[in-house]
């Protein structure tokens, strides 16, 4: 069981779509607009991780136009975000919004987020600690799961909050901006390659 908690630590923690994001809201639009975003990341992310655990997923992936559309859907919102993000020069943005995205945001973000599809098929197809009982093992596992989720979350959202307030030179922004677009360039370079094997 520890060992799950600490693959769903590490797994969640890694800057992705849905904690770059988060940041980015916090950043932009303050406590009580991120709150509603990560809001809708977590009714999406557990909607993921239900389809996962039920097999939806994996039926509805297996057809191969869907998983195209899915992917080409995913990688081009990971390029146009690791492209925003690095055009944005000296000034920090973690993802630049003309309004506030809100519940329904969140729940899209993660419906084509590829990182959700991985770190819920990883986590729930292995990381067995109670083999005698799938069930109850399936639900601790969500308990434990969101018990994670949810503040790593927040946390990425106080450090958006957080940036926003410093008084960074442009230099440190600049440094900043390219760091987290090669990360995003890095979720698009591993998503490709899962993708053509």
Known sequence: MLTFAAAVFFLIITPGPGVLSTAGVGSAYGARAGTRYVFGLWIGNNAVALAVISGVAAVVLAAPAVRNLLFVLSTGYLLYLAFRIAAAGSKLAFIE??????????????????????????????????????????????????????????????LGIRLHALDLSPKAHRAINIAMSLSMLAVVALAVVAFLR
């Open 97 to 158: 919004a003309r309004s506030a995205p809100g519940i329904v945001n969140g729940i899209a973000l993660q419906a084509i987020n590829p990182k959700a599809y991985a770190v819920n098929t990883a986590l729930f197809s292995g990381f067995s600690f109670l083999p005698g009982n799938l069930a109850a093992e399936t639900a601790l596992k969500l308990v434990i799961f969101n018990a994670i989720w949810i503040p790593i979350h927040f946390l990425w959202l106080a």
